[in-house]
């Protein structure tokens, strides 16, 4: 109560309850708890779609935990010691320091320590992702495009109070060359700043020495040859560059899908055929020009 912006009072005291419980009848929240039996456990309820009725609190399997209560109570059932929070939680009056007070006074268990962080969003609009509003990149779409040690690298190298955004045109080239740029500095020895040294070092799932053929070559030259993956080999082995099979196929695939799916300016279509006709309906100067 002492959380709360308004002015409370007793008979709002006296109403509330820490739960959400779902009508039986029509499984919709728009109940109201009319009478609670504290010695059998019993609650008594109604809804709006004119449903009544009363369940057993250690039975019933329609009631939640409101979310602030909810959040104290997973603390000491998974014994958690040690919780990340988005900044819509880390506030003076944000459910981390209401539930903490909860899981001292209610549960006698000790809030975990806490790291608030900052939003994520997608480059290009104005709001952070959200798995509620459904505004939101999947890890697995995500995996289409970008090796998974970049993935992790753009997160390591950002500290949890610092925003920022995930974007899927032309970022994906930077993401990759600056990864790359990196990764190459730390192999030769010659990556100075910590901070980013530990961030390629926590991103790699494999060898840090893997050799993956650049992603802006791949990116550039497959449009080029109809996404064709062996004249891709030639075209990199004449540039006297080895990789391995595997590892010039994974580039391929993820530069494919994000050129058709998110950068179509990049999808340059070659004729197969000479344009013939074209070319005779053009001007003697366009000829030889």
């Not at 974007?167 to 980013?196: A, C, M, P, Q, T």
Request: charged fraction near 25%.
């Amino acid at each position: 109560m002492k959380f709360k912006t308004n002015v409370p009072n007793e008979q709002e005291r006296n109403e509330f309850y820490p739960i959400t419980l779902y009508c039986e009848n029509c499984e919709k929240d728009d109940t109201a708890i009319t009478h609670y039996n504290e010695k059998s456990k019993m609650i008594h309820y109604g809804c709006n779609c004119g449903f009544t009725n009363h369940v057993f609190v250690e039975d019933a399997s329609n009631i939640k935990l409101n979310w602030k209560i909810d959040w104290a109570m997973r603390w000491m059932k998974e014994e958690v010691v040690f919780e990340p929070g988005g900044r819509d939680h880390s506030s003076e009056t944000g459910s981390y320091n209401v539930s903490k007070e909860i899981a001292r006074n209610i549960f006698n268990y000790e809030a975990p320590c806490y790291t608030p962080y900052e939003f994520i969003g997608i480059k290009g609009q104005n709001q952070k992702m959200s798995s509620s509003t459904g505004n939101l990149i999947t890890p697995a779409e995500l995996l289409k495009i970008y090796l998974p040690e970049v993935v992790l690298f753009m997160f390591a190298k950002y500290k949890p109070t610092a925003a920022f955004n995930i974007g899927l045109d032309e970022d994906v080239v930077k993401n990759y060359s600056e990864f790359e740029r990196y990764k190459s500095n730390y192999i030769s020895h010659s990556l100075h700043d910590l901070d980013i040294r530990d961030s390629i070092q926590f991103a790699h799932t494999e060898e840090i020495d893997t050799k993956f053929p650049k992603f802006n070559h791949v990116a550039s030259i497959l449009p080029l040859i109809n996404y064709n993956i062996d004249l891709l080999q030639d075209v990199i082995k004449n540039n006297g560059e080895t990789y391995s099979t595997e590892h010039i196929e994974n580039i391929s695939l993820k530069a494919e899908y994000w050129i058709k799916k998110y950068y179509p300016q990049k999808n340059i279509h070659v004729n197969q055929e000479q344009a013939i006709d074209f070319y005779l309906n053009l001007t003697e100067q366009k000829k030889t020009g």
